[in-house]
């Protein structure tokens, strides 16, 4: 999964580790009106991709369209942020879960 482009989706949200060695990117790949939450990370260093974090995927349900003007998830499920631990080990994401990856063998 290291190759999952932007698309036709902007980046979100960005963080950069606290040692200046890494910034991750958060961005939303839709298909129909279905969603994923995808998160780069990339090497300050020289711009290389160095891994792509697959989070969760959104699909709307009848009741989530017809109230809430739903119809594509181009934005779903971004809607948190991005944080990278004080150690720039860990980098924690927000999608519709929050998760912990470990990023200490990127560097």
Do not use: C
């Not at 999952?4 to 129909?32: C, E, K, W």
């Not at 739903?70 to 779903?76: K, L, T, V």
């Not at 912990?100 to 990127?106: A, C, E, F, G, T």
């Amino acid at each position: 999964m290291d190759n999952v482009p932007f698309d036709n989706q902007f980046g979100r949200s960005i963080a950069i580790s606290p040692d200046n060695a890494l910034l991750a990117v958060s961005y939303g790949i839709s298909t129909g009106i279905s969603g994923s939450a995808f998160f780069g990370i990339y090497s300050l260093g020289d711009g290389r991709r160095m891994a792509t974090l697959k989070g969760d995927t959104f699909t709307p349900n009848l009741q989530q369209i017809v109230t809430s003007d739903i119809y594509s998830a181009s934005e779903a499920p971004l809607t948190g942020a991005l944080q990278f631990s004080p150690d720039s080990k860990s980098l924690y994401t927000s999608s519709r879960s929050l998760r912990q990856w470990d990023v200490s063998k990127l560097h």
